[in-house]
């Protein structure tokens, strides 16, 4: 079947520190991935995404590449800032069928002055 | 103006009760979509509707039931509560059936006691 591994939290940054959230799956075909963010208190945002091998998405300064061979999306930034505070979930949906995203645990950051 | 909606936020009942979370989006979706986030953040879909019609349903009890009286709305009965029915329940929308971006709503957390 169809899942999402992402690597356990909290993760404890300084702010302006480089952040790194990795992300593997596993899935028939070739899926669609997915970062979402969700502030506290908050619906889930999406925040990137990226539809075929080799593809980045980008924003706010995140960035993540579609990598097949590795079956990965990690999750990366520069420089975070305490406002980045939050919990990232990577998701897949399969391209064929009607759609159902398919979350990781989710990975909680954590920002400090 | 609220792109996806839900009330209420917040809701306390006892076990055995029957309740009802209410959603609502704007955004000219076509489908929508039910999701359960437990205590440990995991988010899973339980429900999706495309054009008023069930197309994903998850292994959840029969006690739940969506009913969506038209194409902006979808709303989830919960008849009998259990203390595990408690969690954020989010409601979600998307364009379309592949590969297309969730907009989540809020959240209603629901606590059984």
């Known amino acids: 079947g169809n899942s999402v591994t992402q690597m356990e939290g909290p993760v404890t940054l300084s702010e302006e520190a480089f952040l790194t959230i990795n992300c593997t799956y596993t899935?028939?075909?070739?899926?669609?991935l997915f970062w979402y963010v969700q502030y506290p208190g908050e619906g889930l945002q999406l925040l990137l995404k990226a539809t075929k091998a080799d593809d980045k998405g980008s924003n706010k300064g995140f960035e993540a590449t579609y990598r097949k061979e590795t079956t990965s999306f990690h999750l990366e930034k520069g420089s975070v800032q305490v406002s980045d505070s939050a919990v990232y979930f990577c998701?897949?949906?399969?391209?064929?069928?009607?759609?159902?995203?398919?979350f990781g645990t989710g990975t909680r950051l954590l920002v400090s002055p | 103006d609220t792109a996806v909606s839900q009330t209420p936020k917040y809701l306390v009942t006892q076990m055995g009760n029957d309740k009802s979370i209410k959603c609502e989006q704007n955004?000219?979706?076509?489908?929508m979509y039910w999701y359960k986030q437990d205590s440990k953040k995991f988010l899973k879909i339980m429900f999706s509707?495309?054009?008023?019609?069930?197309?994903i349903n998850e292994t959840v009890p029969n006690r739940f039931s969506p009913k969506s009286p038209d194409k902006a709305h979808l709303n989830l009965h919960i008849n009998s509560l259990e203390l595990g029915d408690s969690a954020v329940y989010f409601c979600?929308?998307?364009?379309?059936?592949?590969?297309?971006?969730?907009?989540f709503g809020p959240g209603t957390r629901l606590t059984v006691t």
């Open positions: 998701a897949l949906s399969t391209n064929t069928g009607f759609q159902k995203l398919v």
């Open positions: 955004l000219g979706h076509d489908t």
């Open positions: 979600a929308s998307s364009g379309g059936t592949v590969a297309y971006e969730q907009y």
């Open positions: 899935a028939t075909g070739y899926p669609s």
């Open positions: 509707y495309n054009n008023k019609e069930l197309i």
